[in-house]
């Protein structure tokens, strides 16, 4: 187990939807990362917020969107959902200069 | 553009048969190189860091090392239960030596027979 939790971790919704995963860090971890994985392209980093606050952007779609709350937890919002967006999204949180450790992913299905 | 190729794609060994894993890299100043471990449908698991150029780490069966432009996971004697993707991801140093995001490569995907 490595203290990161991911919820829900499975989820099939309809293509036009919007749906938002969770992910709760591990205890004392400031930054949370989220990534996508899918069959043909491997880990695509999303994005990054540290204390709060945004620290990078990767490959993310104007329609997703995240935040990160005051007791660190995160959350990423995925609106306008298309067939395409079906992945494995993962969270993973570090603490400083420190290696991520990553959940157990939510399995995102869109019908 | 920061950049992980991982070789081969797929690897398949019988029991007992030792093998590498080739992680090639290009990162505009390496803060860390990272290993990881993720079997089908879970998350990725942490395995070793390295930091610099000589460096190596050892776990069991597997032994990281680095040098300036790859890093290679030498599996000694597999077992069935090794079988796993096997991922590289590199982060690198960003103004103020804040840490970066991680690049993860394609991975390898192992297969060890009995």
């Known amino acids: 187990d490595s203290g990161v939790t991911q919820t829900p971790k499975h989820l099939i919704t309809a293509t036009g939807q919007r749906v938002t995963l969770r992910c709760s860090p591990r205890s004392g971890d400031l930054s949370v990362y989220w990534y996508q994985q899918s069959l043909d392209q491997g880990l695509q980093f999303l994005i990054q917020y540290y204390n709060g606050e945004e620290r990078a952007k990767g490959n993310i779609l104007e329609r997703f969107s995240a935040q990160q709350f005051p007791d660190l937890h995160s959350e990423l919002n995925l609106s306008s959902l298309e067939l395409g967006d079906s992945a494995l999204y993962f969270c993973?949180?570090?603490?400083?200069?420190?290696?991520?450790?990553f959940g157990q992913g939510t399995r995102l299905t869109v019908v | 553009e920061d950049q992980v190729t991982q070789s081969p794609e797929a690897l398949r060994l019988q029991e007992g048969e030792s093998s590498s894993l080739n992680c090639s890299y290009t990162v505009s100043g390496l803060r860390g190189l990272f290993w990881y471990r993720q079997d089908p449908g879970k998350g990725p698991e942490f395995l070793f860091t390295?930091?610099?150029a000589g460096e190596e780490k050892e776990k069991e069966r597997l032994k990281a090392t680095l040098t300036k432009k790859e890093s290679f996971l030498h599996i000694t004697a597999p077992k069935p239960e090794d079988s796993a993707t096997y991922l590289c991801a590199v982060q690198a140093l960003r103004y103020g030596g804040s840490q970066g995001n991680l690049i993860f490569g394609k991975g390898t995907k192992l297969s060890v027979k009995p």
């Open positions: 390295l930091y610099s």
């Open positions: 993973a949180s570090s603490a400083l200069n420190t290696e991520a450790f």
